[in-house]
């Protein structure tokens, strides 16, 4: 009878130090791609689903089509979604970045639009009556009183493209889903169990830095 290998890799054990001392530069890449990736589509939907918010919160009739037109974007499946924009971005991280843009465009423009809507109508009246012009009105009173909803919004989208960049897996750009997907077909524990973790990490890390921006930006609510 031979011993087993010493070499926790040559095992294929699901938690294996080696594998974190040998892949470390791989690993580094990987989550960097996911964290830029992420990044990029939050932010570019974040300035798409101000505008859309504000037209709808406006325009009473624009707040039906803008509410529904992201609802049904967010119920395309991925898979789908990314084979839609296919012809439009060819196997690129765009593709990736233009599918969690219109995913995240939900999540944000709600949140977004309800922040706004709740802010009381005497409070409005009393600033114009204070002399604030509509552009003063909005930078200075409305969204700083709309940004614990907006907040919300974005810490739901940012975690979710946390996960949904994974799926970029399928056109090459997906992050840590490279890693993950390249593990699965291959069966192996060590890289899939390390992916994932960090993705979960990540996820958390993202959500509690925004938990803490949002109370420093809004110290009313801490009193």
């Known amino acids: 009878m031979t011993a ?25 890449d990987a989550v960097l791609q996911h964290l830029e990736l992420t990044a990029l589509s939050v932010a570019i939907a974040l300035l798409l689903a101000v505008p859309l918010a504000l037209l709808a919160r406006r325009y009473n009739a624009a707040a039906g089509p803008v509410l529904a037109l992201t609802t049904i974007l967010y119920t395309i499946p991925s898979l789908a979604m990314f084979s839609l924009l296919l012809p439009l971005y060819g196997l690129s991280a765009a593709l ?11 999540l944000l423009v709600r949140n977004i639009l309800a922040g706004l809507r709740a ?5 409005r009246q009393a600033a114009k009556g204070m002399g604030y012009g509509p552009v003063r009105l909005l930078l200075t009173v409305e969204l700083p009183l709309a ?14 493209a946390v996960s949904l960049v994974t799926v970029g897996a399928i056109v090459g750009y997906g992050g840590l889903g490279n ?8 069966y192996f524990k060590a890289q899939v169990l390390t ?29």
């Open 4 to 28: 087993p290998p010493d070499d926790c890799l040559a095992r294929n054990e699901w938690i294996c130090g080696d594998y974190l001392s040998t892949r470390r530069q791989i690993l580094t």
């Open 96 to 106: 990736v970045v233009a599918g969690l843009v219109l995913y995240s465009l939900t």
């Open 119 to 123: 802010v009381p109508e005497e409070t």
């Open 147 to 160: 940004l614990p909803a907006a907040m919300a919004g974005l810490r739901i989208a940012t975690v979710s």
């Open 179 to 186: 890693l993950i997907y390249a593990g699965m077909n291959t």
């Open 195 to 223: 992916a994932s973790v960090l993705c979960v990490v990540i996820a958390i890390a993202a959500d509690l830095l925004l938990l803490g921006a949002q109370r420093l930006l809004t110290p009313w609510q801490r009193a």
